[in-house]
């Protein structure tokens, strides 16, 4: 049987064990950490086979809803892949990496052998942190019966496993016991750069929680910061049509958020590789616009403008849930219709070439 067979039939084995958890352990965890996954190990040039198999069955059999047995996993895992006839050597490294995966209290280490492991490890702890893990934290305190908050209880930093499982202390407290420590205890450096501003949004979701507990919270909306990029090649620029976001169906340039302790210019060298998979050189700074509203979806933008020389690389869809149709085009032969800041931007009479 081929890999992506294999892949497939996996797929569809995890999605009908978890479908419909309510927990924030289901099928949609699992597809996340599959997906986060894979876009790591583009990064940081990983076998993909062993990333996707481990991402798919790391929750199989979740020690949580096991007595507390971590072994359950990595055995169903095994008689899985054993089923499917795969490589010995690959359903060991595959079961290694589910052993190790699981956060186990604060004080202790939960190390990965190998780059596989780490990635998928990564890509776990990151689904534990920002908006999603709020959410998932939330669904499991429900669903465990715990208290969502008590401001006589503190939290406990676990030193052992044991302490760990037997922990029943509040959501709240679990950011401090877990969330709060993922950050630091990234592995890869594309995943380090993605926890930054997932940490960052947990903080100020637990400031603006504590404000709502004691009733003077007062509701504040401010700009978000957006960076595009002019990659010039042989005398064109790259643009690709934009998907399943605001602005769908117009064309951009490449770009995002500016992260937490973040340059616009390392924002733009990050944006440019992860969407596009090339590297940039030269970059200066060309200006901004500061009105780019998007009513519909109740956002407001300041998009700061970089030009940039292509350096190396080849073009490739990094994100095709969120673009398509990535080429190079000459500047009087840009696509249309245009993203609406790079529109905004563009009134001001605008040429990277000049």
Same mark, same amino acid.
């Given at each position: 049987?081929?890999?992506?067979?294999?892949?497939?039939?996996?797929?569809?084995?995890?999605?009908?064990?978890?479908?419909?958890?309510?927990?924030?352990?289901?099928?949609?965890?699992?597809?996340?950490?599959?997906?986060?996954? @894979?876009?790591?190990?583009?990064?940081?040039?990983?076998?993909? #086979?062993?990333?996707?198999?481990?991402?798919?069955?790391?929750?199989?059999?979740?020690?949580? #809803?096991?007595?507390?047995?971590?072994?359950?996993?990595?055995?169903?895992?095994?008689?899985?892949?054993?089923?499917?006839?795969?490589?010995?050597?690959?359903?060991?490294?595959?079961?290694?990496?589910?052993?190790?995966?699981?956060?186990?209290?604060?004080?202790?280490?939960?190390?990965?052998?190998?780059?596989?492991?780490?990635?998928?490890?990564?890509?776990?702890?990151?689904?534990?942190?920002?908006?999603?893990?709020?959410?998932?934290?939330?669904?499991?305190?429900?669903?465990? /019966?715990?208290?969502?908050?008590?401001?006589?209880?503190?939290?406990?930093?676990?030193?052992?496993?044991?302490?760990?499982?037997?922990?029943?202390?509040?959501?709240?407290?679990?950011?401090?016991?877990? @969330?709060?420590?993922?950050?630091?205890?990234?592995?890869?450096?594309?995943?380090?750069?993605?926890?930054?501003?997932?940490?960052?949004?947990?903080?100020?979701?637990?400031?603006? #929680?504590?404000?709502?507990?004691? /009733?003077?919270?007062?509701?504040?909306?401010?700009?978000?910061?957006?960076?595009?990029?002019?990659?010039?090649?042989?005398?064109?620029?790259?643009?690709?049509?934009?998907?399943?976001?605001?602005?769908?169906?117009?064309?951009?340039?490449?770009?995002?958020?500016?992260?937490?302790?973040?340059?616009?210019?390392?924002?733009?060298?990050?944006?440019?590789?992860?969407?596009?998979?090339?590297?940039?050189?030269?970059?200066?700074?060309?200006?901004?616009?500061?009105?780019?509203?998007?009513?519909?979806?109740?956002?407001?933008?300041?998009?700061?403008?970089?030009?940039?020389?292509?350096?190396?690389?080849?073009?490739?869809?990094?994100?095709?849930?969120?673009?398509?149709?990535?080429?190079?085009?000459?500047? /009087?032969?840009?696509?249309?219709?245009?993203?609406?800041?790079?529109?905004?931007?563009?009134?001001?009479?605008?040429?990277?070439?000049?």
């Amino acid at each position: 049987m081929d890999n992506e067979s294999i892949i497939r039939q996996t797929e569809n084995y995890a999605k009908e064990k978890l479908s419909g958890e309510g927990s924030g352990h289901d099928w949609w965890h699992v597809y996340r950490v599959w997906k986060t996954a @894979l876009h790591i190990a583009e990064h940081e040039k990983a076998d993909l #086979f062993v990333v996707q198999l481990a991402a798919l069955l790391h929750d199989i059999a979740d020690w949580k #809803f096991n007595s507390g047995d971590d072994s359950v996993g990595p055995k169903l895992a095994k008689e899985w892949l054993e089923k499917l006839n795969v490589d010995s050597k690959i359903i060991s490294h595959v079961c290694d990496i589910i052993q190790n995966m699981s956060f186990k209290g604060a004080g202790v280490k939960s190390l990965m052998k190998t780059k596989e492991g780490m990635i998928v490890q990564d890509a776990d702890r990151l689904d534990a942190i920002g908006a999603i893990g709020i959410g998932r934290a939330f669904a499991y305190g429900g669903h465990a /019966g715990r208290e969502m908050y008590n401001p006589n209880e503190k939290p406990v930093m676990h030193q052992t496993f044991e302490q760990y499982k037997s922990a029943k202390g509040t959501t709240v407290n679990h950011f401090y016991e877990k @969330l709060f420590l993922l950050k630091d205890l990234m592995n890869t450096k594309t995943a380090k750069r993605m926890a930054e501003g997932r940490h960052v949004f947990m903080e100020q979701f637990l400031d603006e #929680f504590y404000k709502e507990w004691e /009733g003077s919270a007062e509701s504040v909306q401010r700009p978000k910061i957006g960076v595009g990029v002019f990659v010039i090649k042989d005398g064109k620029i790259l643009m690709h049509k934009r998907k399943n976001a605001h602005g769908d169906g117009t064309w951009s340039l490449p770009g995002g958020h500016l992260e937490w302790n973040e340059t616009v210019e390392e924002c733009a060298k990050r944006e440019v590789l992860e969407e596009s998979g090339i590297e940039i050189k030269n970059l200066r700074h060309a200006g901004f616009t500061s009105g780019d509203f998007f009513p519909k979806e109740g956002k407001h933008y300041v998009t700061l403008y970089i030009v940039a020389d292509y350096d190396s690389g080849e073009v490739r869809d990094m994100e095709p849930d969120k673009s398509e149709k990535w080429s190079w085009f000459e500047w /009087g032969s840009i696509p249309k219709p245009l993203f609406l800041p790079m529109e905004n931007f563009l009134k001001s009479g605008y040429n990277p070439f000049r």
